[in-house]
């Protein structure tokens, strides 16, 4: 019986691209996968697809993460230095974690994926032509390391003012080789992390807030922002007593507005699983929490991202239509 007899094509496809388009994975080269209980189902089937390419692989299963940012275990950090690359197949996201800088800053290339499903392995999102949008993402990258402010304002009720000035625009259009070494498929996007105490104004939140128990709004709720700092959420009173729970297990580091981000790929649906709605065409947005490894001065075990729709923004005094 071969593989594709008890495993979907369609599934095998999807992490075959993860692995060797998307994760640049080569027959010499060794895999680490790290997961958690919640995500192992997954882990598995991506560990019997690269044992079928004969690829030296290690995998490691840990305690699931609380929450995005949250630091792994040592002897996890320590593994993730011997490899060439590297996928975070956990339930919440190590990208912002000092672990997972420390192993890219080696070289090491990182897929972070969490609350990786077989369906987003079976998504539009994941057949996206990456190579084809990059340029694109490459050019709002530039612009938000070029900048000094961004705003940006929607018919919906955002007005939003960043100072950007001295930060370094993140390029991650979906895909790790050589000096892009960190990337979440299918998410395509480009990132700035703003000057932390100067971010100003309000954020209609009318697409997902990612994270386990909330996904998809069918609400929007109104995030109000002062020096950089959440002040309040209004809205959905669900959503609002959530959340507001949530921040009040930490510092007040976790309301710092840390990062913003702009959406690129064109077949993505908003859904409620980060990976797809971040890298949303159409939408934008904002985490809070830690941006310490993106190029903020941030540091705290959380980061958490509020998705909206807008297409416009404004560096200094130049529109730009995404």
Known sequence: MSLEDDIERGIVEGIETVLFKLGNLKSDESLCIITDDESSKIAKLFHRISNKHKIKTEYHTIENLKIHGQEPPNNIANAMKNCNLILGLTTNSMAHTKARLNATNLGIRFLSLPNYTIDVLKDPSLRANFFGIEEKVKKIAEKFTKAKKIRIKTNSGTLLELDITNRKGNFAPGYVKNNIILGSPPDIEANVPPIE???????????????????????????????GILKSIEGDPKVEKFLKNLFEQYDQNARVLAE???????????????????????????????NNTIGGKNKINFHLDFVFYANEIIFDDEIIQI
Request: one cysteine or more; charged letters at 25%; proline letters at 3%.
């Open 197 to 227: 105490e100067k971010s100003e104004g309000q954020i209609l939140v009318d697409g997902s807030i990612p994270i386990k128990g909330l996904g998809k709004l069918d609400k929007p709720i109104l995030l109000k922002i002062k020096k």
């Open 260 to 290: 913003f981000g702009v959406g690129f790929n064109n077949r993505s649906k908003l859904c409620g699983n980060m990976l797809i709605d971040e890298g949303s065409y159409g939408t934008f947005h904002c985490g809070f929490g830690s």
